[in-house]
C-alpha cells in the first residue's frame, strides 16, 4: 500500500490516519459534500460521499438556512465551507457557514461576504485561504473576489477582480500553485481568469473554455489538470473541458457528462476522481458523474443525491490515502 500526500497535507497526521484505519480494517481519503439547491423549494440539505467507496450519507446539522446558488471551498484536512446565495426567504445572503471535518458540526463566520451575493464561482488553496469571486450583487453582475484566510477565517477583498463582471461561474483551483475562475455570463463567456497564490495577481489564459459557458460545475486534480463541465451555451451541454496545470492547455474530453445539465456543481478527490453533481438536465437531477483520473473515464453513482436539486454548492476534504 503506498501512502499519497494531498496538498498542503500534513504528514504527521495523515500517517496517524492511515496506521488508525489500519486497525479498524477502514481506510478512509476524506468526502465530497453537496450543499443547499433548490427543486421548487430552496434546501438546506448537506449531502456527504464518502471516498474511495462514494457511500451518501446526509448531515443532520445542515447549512444555518436553505440556500441556492451558493459556493463552496475546502481547507483540506481542516474544514470546508459554503457561502453567500440566495435564501429561503427570497434574499441573498452574505453567509458563510464552516463545517469541521471532524466531526462534521457547522458554525458560522462572524464575518461573511462584504455584501450579499449570489451565483458566485469558488476555489481554495487548501492550508492557506479559500477565494469567492463574481456572482450578482441585486441583480447586477460584479467583479470582486473575497479571500478568506484559513488561520482566523479573516475575510479581504482583492484588490484586482475578475477580468470582467460576471455571474453563473465556476471555480477549481491548483492547490499551492494557482485558482482559476471559469466561464460565466451574461452572455456565456470562454474566460479564464487565473489567480497566482503567490501574489494574487491575475491573468487571463489565452485559451479559454472551448464554447461560452455560464452554469458549469468545476473541480480540479491538484497538481494535474482541472475540469470545467456542463453549463449553458443557450443550450444546455455534455461538454467536460480539461485544463493541464503544466502550461494551462486545454483540450475537450472524448466522454462529457450522462446528460446535458447545467446549473450543476462539482468537486473532486484529488489524485483519484472527480464528480459532478445535481443540476438542471431535462427535469432537476440527483445524477452524480463520476471523472477517473488515471483515465477520464466517466461512470454515474448508483446512488445519486438524496434528492433532485440544481443550484447547489460543492466541496471537498481530500486529505488521507
Do not use: H
Not at 477565494?131 to 447586477?140: A, D, P, R, T
Not at 466517466?298 to 481530500?318: E, H, I, N, P, V
Request: net charge negative; with cysteine.
Amino acid at each position: 500500500m503506498s501512502i499519497r500526500y494531498g496538498a498542503r497535507s500534513r504528514p504527521g497526521t495523515m500517517v496517524s490516519t492511515w496506521l488508525n484505519s489500519l486497525v479498524s480494517g477502514v481506510v478512509t481519503t476524506g468526502a465530497g459534500y453537496f450543499a443547499g439547491g433548490n427543486s421548487g423549494s430552496i434546501v438546506d440539505t448537506v449531502d456527504k460521499f464518502t471516498f474511495p467507496n462514494d457511500v451518501r450519507s446526509t448531515l443532520a446539522t445542515g447549512l444555518s438556512t436553505g440556500t441556492r446558488m451558493q459556493a463552496g471551498f475546502a481547507n483540506s484536512g481542516t474544514a470546508g465551507y459554503f457561502g453567500g446565495g440566495r435564501s429561503a426567504a427570497g434574499g441573498t445572503v452574505t453567509t458563510v457557514d464552516k463545517f469541521a471535518f471532524s466531526n462534521d458540526a457547522r458554525s458560522t463566520l462572524g464575518t461573511g461576504l462584504a455584501t450579499a451575493t449570489d451565483q458566485m464561482g469558488a476555489f481554495a488553496n487548501s492550508g492557506t485561504a479559500g477565494y469567492i469571486g463574481g456572482g450578482e450583487v441585486s441583480y447586477n453582475r460584479v467583479d470582486e473576489v473575497y479571500k478568506f484566510a484559513f488561520s482566523d477565517d479573516g475575510r479581504t477583498t482583492l484588490g484586482t477582480g475578475l477580468s470582467s463582471n460576471r455571474g453563473q461561474l465556476a471555480g477549481m483551483a491548483n492547490s499551492g500553485t494557482a485558482g482559476y475562475f471559469c466561464g460565466g455570463q451574461w452572455p456565456p463567456a470562454t474566460t479564464v481568469d487565473k489567480y497566482a497564490f503567490a501574489d494574487d495577481s491575475r491573468t487571463t489564459l489565452g485559451t479559454g473554455l472551448s464554447s461560452g459557458v455560464g452554469m458549469p460545475g468545476a473541480m480540479a486534480n491538484s497538481g494535474t489538470a482541472g475540469y470545467v463541465g456542463g453549463g449553458t451555451t443557450g443550450s444546455r451541454v455534455t461538454t467536460v473541458d480539461k485544463f493541464a496545470f503544466s502550461d494551462d492547455g486545454r483540450t475537450t474530453l472524448g466522454t462529457g457528462l450522462s446528460a446535458a445539465t447545467d446549473e450543476l456543481a462539482g468537486m473532486a478527490d484529488s489524485g483519484t476522481a472527480g464528480y459532478f453533481g445535481g443540476g438542471y438536465d431535462s427535469n432537476y437531477s440527483d445524477k452524480v458523474d463520476k471523472f477517473t483520473f488515471s483515465d477520464d473515464s466517466r461512470t454515474t453513482l448508483a446512488t445519486g443525491l438524496s434528492s433532485a436539486r440544481k443550484f447547489l454548492g460543492a466541496m471537498a476534504d481530500t486529505e488521507g490515502l
